[in-house]
């Protein structure tokens, strides 16, 4: 009895420790789906769980198990380790300051935790997540910070920054729909400007949340990318660096392959930028274009490893410009992507209305225009 016992204690770990693994691997696909994604971002609990597996093994007397509960072990810990790996310090010549990013949590009531989570840490910059009109008068936190900026909303969107240093200006950078912001601040730190994000983007409990949440980080990127001087991002991002999205939104250093339109996209990948035939055709097709107009960059441009195709487009609309062809840029982002170029001057016009310029081009009636025109 005792025998079978331990036979279908040790099978049922089997199962166990193989099932974890699996979870564990299935997050390296999540591109291919939103719920893969999840599996990509509990990779400290998968190593206790296989750890504790490690041991119940070893204690069973199943040598087998044991080795392969430990191969997930070391697996785990080759992401987790880079992490507590002592990093080469970095002379600091300027002075330094501490910031306090916390998302609260709208539904809880423990006020006093986090003041005193305030006032043991002290920082000199504080942004609050999920911030609510019952909240910003439970932490009263206008006699601490002399600056403020208090958005408090009734879902789990609210903000409230508060700043020992001058809030030069504030405003709210609209994301994926008029629904989600971000609170965009410029600060005077001593004789520095400071451009400051704060953002929260939607937790991926859905397809749709998912795809919200990896639009608004990138056009956070994009924004943050696009000031002047010192820039700090700061917010609960609703994603872990072990996410394949959080490598594609933040790291320009993601892997990258160029492939030929015949073979088609490789399971897991995305296309970020055109390749050189593509670049080719386009500028042969240009080349001896009298009149172009140009909605939209052909890649993440903001990264600068994808933005080679957006670039050369940009080039060669310049160098056409100067032989006599007409080139109007519409579009915030192809208007932005020309900036970064350094071709603004080089082009016929650059206007910021993207659809609306097609519309009109179109023939469409807009409004605006319109009214305009009665006058």
Known sequence: MQSTRKQFLGLALDFFILGVGV??????????????????????????????????????????????????????????????????????????????????????????????????????????????????????????????????????????????????????????????????????????????????????????????????????????????????VAGDLNITTWSPFFADAFENGANRKTIDVKEGVPAGWRILDVGPKTIEAFQGILADAKTVVWNGPVGVFEMSNFAVGTIEIAKTLAEITGKGAVTIIGGGDSAAAVAQAGLEDKVTHVSTGGGASLELLEGKELPGVTALADR
């Not at 609260?104 to 305030?118: C, E, G, H, K, S």
């Not at 953002?199 to 608004?216: S, Y």
């Open 23 to 232: 979870a564990s691997l299935l997050g390296f696909w999540g591109r291919l789906d939103w719920t893969l994604d999840l599996f990509s971002h509990f990779r400290a609990q998968y190593l206790v769980l296989h750890f504790f597996a490690l041991l119940a093994a070893w204690g069973l007397k199943r040598p087998r198990s044991a080795w392969v509960a430990g191969g997930f072990v070391l697996f785990h810990l080759w992401f987790i380790i880079p992490f507590y790996l002592p990093k080469t310090p970095v002379p600091v010549t300027s002075p330094t300051y501490r910031l306090l990013s916390a998302n609260v949590l709208r539904d809880n009531t423990d006020f006093d935790r986090v003041r005193a989570l305030i006032q043991t840490t002290d920082p000199d910059i504080l942004l609050l997540q999920e911030m609510s009109q019952p909240w910003l008068d439970a932490l009263a936190l206008e006699n601490v910070y002399p600056y403020a900026v208090t958005l408090p909303r009734d879902d789990y969107f609210g903000y409230a920054l508060y700043s020992k240093f001058p809030i030069l200006q504030a405003q709210k950078y609209h994301l994926a729909d008029g629904r989600y912001f971000a609170v965009v601040a410029e600060m005077q730190l001593n004789d520095q400007i400071l451009s400051f994000v704060g953002t929260h983007p939607p937790p991926p409990t859905g397809q749709a949340g998912a795809q919200r949440r990896n639009l608004q980080l990138q056009k956070i990127i994009t924004f943050a990318n696009a000031q002047p001087g010192h820039v700090m």
